[in-house]
């Protein structure tokens, strides 16, 4: 099986001229070939599935990446040392707005078989529901109950697939996503109690920022492992029209 190597880059653009729609409310019947190279068609396929991202692909059991719903609720216990904490959290009715702003890939040769992809978001905000129970410095209550916002900016990842072609069809291997990491967040949580503290107190903002991070590792590895899956599987689907010798195929 013959091996083709691309990188891809992810820079800011919104358009779309590539697609295959299903049943739902968007389906497409054929696709119209703006340019017949591999790495001109994976870049048109990348936009058009950004622009599909607020709809998902029901044809294919994608789902809606803006808003984005989580499957699960998120458990997790947090303890520190320092400040002698342990505390149990759970979120639930995590949902996450602005995924469709992910920036639209570029393509450039490198060295065979690999895409090597960067992605990036300026600004990602997730909100839900959240309890938490616990104390610090052994005495001192931690009690919350309520909803939560959190806005993560510089949103970024990385990761790597390739393109293989068997003869008569291209296809490419799963994309693995590394964490999506951010470079600062501001986060509310609601109802939130911490021994009577006032909210701009150096332990308040210590236990709030260390809520963040291990609330958003929980749902970042959701979101992404869902988001490999679904790019993955929406551009083979398309992978299957592409015919480099032709630059139109009708319905």
């Not at 891809?8 to 049943?23: A, D, E, H, K, P």
């Not at 989580?70 to 904490?85: K, T």
Request: proline share 4%; glycine share 6%; hydrophobic share 40%.
């Amino acid at each position: 099986m013959k091996k083709h190597l691309i990188t891809i880059l992810l820079i800011v653009g919104t358009s779309s001229s590539c697609f295959r729609l299903y049943g739902g409310a968007m389906t497409i019947n054929g696709i119209h070939l703006a340019k017949s190279t591999l790495e001109d068609y994976v870049i048109q396929c990348w936009q058009d599935f950004i622009d599909l991202m607020d709809n998902g692909v029901p044809g294919l059991n994608i789902p809606t990446f803006d808003p984005w719903f989580a499957n699960n609720s998120f458990p997790f216990r947090m303890q520190d040392g320092e400040i002698v904490l342990r505390a149990d959290v759970n979120a639930t009715n995590v949902t996450s707005l602005g995924f469709s702003s992910v920036q639209v890939p570029a393509v450039y040769e490198t060295s065979e078989s690999h895409y090597n992809v960067s992605l990036s978001l300026t600004d990602l905000k997730i909100s839900g529901l959240y309890t938490i129970i616990g104390s610090h410095h052994y005495f001192y209550p931690i009690v919350g109950n309520g909803p939560f916002d959190m806005t993560l900016l510089d949103v970024s990842s990385s990761g790597t697939t390739a393109v293989l072609f068997d003869g008569m069809v291209y296809s490419l291997t799963k994309l693995q996503l590394t964490p999506l990491k951010y470079g600062s967040a501001t986060s509310e949580f609601y109802g939130l109690s911490i021994s009577d503290m006032d909210s701009t107190s150096e332990t308040y903002i210590e236990i709030v920022h260390m809520m963040t991070e291990l609330l958003w590792s929980h749902v970042e590895k959701e979101l992404r492992l869902q988001l490999s899956d679904s790019i993955t599987q929406y551009l083979n689907d398309q992978l299957l029209d592409f015919q480099p010798s032709s630059m139109h195929r009708q319905p």
